[in-house]
């Protein structure tokens, strides 16, 4: 049974699409059961998918009519050379007309992506600009996952040491060259220039902990949307009024998102070092609905895996909740 708010049967009769999962293409039907046992209407593959592992899933997807979309990728392999932004771009004229419903930027831009002579490919690189403009034309979203919550980034004797087992430390500055706040600071001046490009900020805005940052970036820039996918820890640390206010103020542009991934592991927003059962997606889910539903205090966030602080509700109107968990998805992604 899931928890019981005041939007709860509202909710369930109207249904709630989860724009940011991963999905196995073997294991959609099990997908289907989470969804209809959750009321999710419809998930979105938002990997980065390129070749064959697109064409794939969008096949598969044909036997689950509505009930699925996905993102396509770009291949940063040869990424300076001279054929290589001809390919990317008739990549999204395929993908498009193939049913993608964005382009998704992995956060090895920056980090790891390297040019033709090895040089690490800024966020900001601007031979990356005609991608983003192509995307305008195609009427289309850019999706950006840069960097990683900010411990993540911190020296080696700070950094909490299941990231560094995980494999999502980055505070080598000679493996790694760019601090949290370059990376972010220069996805931020991509957005900037391309005012007539919809950008998605993933994980909030990439940018979770800095809840008065992200929002004055999407003041000053009208294209810009997030999504709050497994970075509920974070913002529900800040205070409380503080996010409530954001997700008023931008309550057009903020989208329902959990990186839940139904493939092998099945995964709850991050890596939970457990197989979870049918009962565990449910209480997944469950805190997502106390958080955004009540004014509940002091109530466990969705991934106590990575910390077991808790967070305080921010009790979003109905309207409010019926643009985050429906209709800014279909708006934007056109599902």
Same mark, same amino acid.
């Given at each position: 049974?899931?928890?019981? !708010? @005041? ?24 997908? =289907? ?16 998918? !390129? ?44 993908? =498009?007309? %193939?049913? %993608? ?8 831009? &920056? ?5 033709? @002579? ?5 966020? *900001? *690189? ?12 195609? @009427? ?8 990683? +919550?900010?411990?993540?980034?911190? #020296?080696?004797?700070? =950094? ?31 957005? &900037? ?10 994980? /909030? ?11 004055? $970036? ?41 990186? /839940?991934?139904?493939?092998? #592991?099945?995964?709850?927003? =991050? ?45 979003? +109107? ?7 968990? $429906? ?9």
């Amino acid at each position: 049974m899931t928890i019981e !708010t @005041d939007h709860a049967e509202w909710r369930r009769e109207r249904g709630v699409i989860d724009m940011h999962t991963h999905l196995g293409i073997d294991h959609l039907d099990q997908a =289907v059961e989470s969804m209809d046992q959750n009321n999710i209407t419809k998930m979105v593959d938002i990997s980065p998918n !390129t070749g064959e592992r697109f064409d794939e899933l969008m096949a598969a997807f044909e036997e689950y009519p509505d009930r699925f979309a996905a993102f396509g990728g770009f291949d940063f392999d040869g990424f300076g050379q001279d054929d290589w932004l001809d390919r990317e771009l008739e990549r999204m004229e395929n993908y =498009v007309e %193939a049913g %993608a419903v964005g382009f998704k930027i992995h956060k090895a831009l &920056g980090m790891e992506y390297r040019d033709a @002579d090895g040089e690490i490919i800024k966020v *900001d *690189d601007e031979r990356l600009a005609p991608l983003f403009d192509r995307a305008a034309e195609l @009427d289309t979203v850019i999706a950006f996952h840069i960097a990683d +919550p900010k411990s993540f980034f911190e #020296p080696l004797d700070e =950094v909490d040491e299941q990231w560094v087992e995980q494999g999502w430390w980055w505070g080598d500055r000679e493996e790694y060259p760019y601090q949290w706040w370059a990376l972010i600071r220069q996805l931020e001046r991509v957005i &900037g220039r391309h005012p007539e490009t919809t950008f998605l900020g993933v994980h /909030f805005g990439c940018a979770a902990e800095e809840v008065g940052y992200v929002a004055d $970036v999407m003041r000053e820039n009208p294209n810009y949307i997030i999504d709050v996918s497994a970075r509920l820890p974070w913002f529900g640390e800040q205070r409380a009024d503080m996010v409530r206010d954001a997700f008023i103020e931008f309550q057009d542009r903020i989208l329902f998102g959990t990186d /839940f991934a139904v493939r092998d #592991p099945i995964m709850l927003g =991050v890596p939970q070092g457990f197989d979870p059962t049918e009962e565990d997606i449910e209480a997944f889910f469950d805190a997502h609905w106390q958080y955004f539903e009540t004014e509940d205090e002091d109530i466990d966030h969705p991934t106590p895996w990575v910390g077991d602080w808790t967070v305080d509700a921010i009790d979003l +109107p109905r309207d409010v909740l019926e643009k985050f968990y $429906v209709t800014n998805a279909e708006r934007y992604l056109g599902i």
